[in-house]
């Protein structure tokens, strides 16, 4: 009799809710541990190529801490596509801006570039204040 390695598909997914406080996190950090959990990392039955990750709510993105001088010195880059179209804005001007959209690149970079990493990345929800639309998921809390 032969035996088989089990792979998992994606319709073994449980997809639990979690809500992760980023006060005072440390974005990196929570970026990491964030992209695990959309990834199902955390899953014994994790499969590269399957989608067994949880959704992820993220809170108080305005409140993210950035060690050294990152606040000013780094940046973010987008492009019209006309030439002499690229935009550059530093990461303190943008947590005053658009704070979620900080914590959502941090994220997507850790994410595999290819389909499954797109299918991952809407199960991210990232909020700038204490409040969120997903009580009726009933999401657990996740420390970082």
Known sequence: MKK?????????NQNKWWVVDAEGA??????????????????????????????????????????????E???????????????????KKLIEKRPEDVVRFAVKGMLPKNSLGRRLYKKLKVYAGEQHPHEAQQPETMSI
């Open 26 to 71: 440390i974005l990196g950090r929570l970026a990491s541990q964030v992209a695990a959990a959309l990834r199902g990392k955390n899953n014994p039955l994790y499969t590269p190529h399957a989608d067994l990750g949880d959704s992820v709510v993220v809170i108080n993105a305005e409140k993210i801490v950035l060690t050294g001088r990152k606040m």
């Open 73 to 91: 010195q780094k940046n973010y880059y987008r492009h019209s596509g006309y030439t002499g179209g690229l935009k550059t804005i530093t990461a």
């Open 4 to 12: 088989y390695t089990y792979s998992a598909k994606d319709s073994d």
